[in-house]
Each structure stands twice: as C-alpha cells, then as structure tokens.
C-alpha cells in the first residue's frame, strides 16, 4: 500500500514537473515570437524610410537599400511560414513584394511631382489584399475590418512621412516616423499576440 501511494506520489509529481517545464517552454516560444515579429515589422519602417531618403536624393546607395528592404519581406514571409506553412509564408512575401514596389513607385512619382493618385489606390488595393489574405489565415483573432485599418494606417503614417521630406520638412519628417515606428509597433503585437492566442 504504501509502496503503491509512493509510487503515484511520484507519478504525480513527474506530472506536475512536466506541466510546468511545458509552460516555461510556451512562454519562453512567445517572447520569441514577440521579439522576431517587432523585429521584422521595425526592419520594414526603417529600411522603407532609408529607402525614401536615398531615392529621393539621389544617393549611389539607393539599389542597395532597395535590395535590403525587399529581403525583409522575405523575412516576414518566413516568420510567418513557421505557424501558416510554406505556401502561406510565401505568398505573403509576394503581397508584400508588391506592397513595397508599388511603394518605390509612389517615392519615384512624389520626386517628379506627378501625380500619385493612380499609384495610391494599387497601393490601396494591394493593402487590402494583404489584409484578406491575414485575416483568412486567422479570422478569430485577425478580423479583416481590423487588419484593413491597421494596413491602412500604415500607408497613411508613411505617406505623411514621405510627403514631409518631399517639402523639405525634415523636422517634421522626424518626428512622423517615430509614429511610423509606433504604428509598425503596434502592428507587430497585433500579429503576434494573434498567432499565441490561435496555437495556444
């Protein structure tokens, strides 16, 4: 009897340990999460912004920078690879291709002083894309009414941005992409706090 009640004592206790290794294991695979996706989010603002600068005036980096800011979308697609599969990862990163070349347009359109209203609403429509796509892997957490305005504020916040070094307004080019960082911040833990809630 007491041998048995040793025993289960034991295997209780195995239990238990496990229990609390997994869930040490969860959260220690959520700040992860966390940490990559502010990453990448952060890599798509600021290599956006340093794109704009070079692009607009001129600079011998510009191909480079490009080159470094289409690698981010790849990077999201992978990221996101690892909980939606390959083909998900993947066609994400091709919306996003686009989201970005449609974007290189505009700042080449902006420096010529021509108009942009054609290239908006593709960029416009490309967002929306995007968001469908979002939210049809995770309908529960990613509502498409949600993902749309998140999408949508961020091409508002960086077509202030873009628009404020056109006119020269570099302090107040400064200080909009703080919000453009804010927002992107913002996007990173609507994202990844979706993705812990769905597999959790």
Known sequence: ?????????????????????YKKYKRSNNV???????RVWFDHVDRTAQYIIAALAGLPSVDAIAGHLQ???????????????????SKLAELLHKHIDIAAAIVS???????????SKQWSVNADEISEF???????????????????????ETSKYLQLLVSDDWAGAAKQHDVVVDQAQYMANMLSSGIIKQFS
């Open 71 to 89: 690698e981010n979308q790849n990077d999201i697609g992978m990221l996101m690879s690892k909980y939606y599969g390959r083909d998900a990862g």
């Open 32 to 38: 992860a999460l966390r940490q990559k996706m502010t």
């Open 1 to 21: 009897m007491i041998s048995t009640l040793l025993g289960m004592g034991i295997l209780l206790s195995l239990v238990v340990l496990c229990y609390i290794m």
């Open 134 to 156: 979002l939210s049809g892997i995770n309908p529960r957490e990613w509502s498409l009414d949600e993902i749309k305005k998140m999408m949508t504020d961020h091409l508002t």
């Open 109 to 119: 359109a902006a420096k010529d002083k021509k108009p942009l209203d054609d290239l």
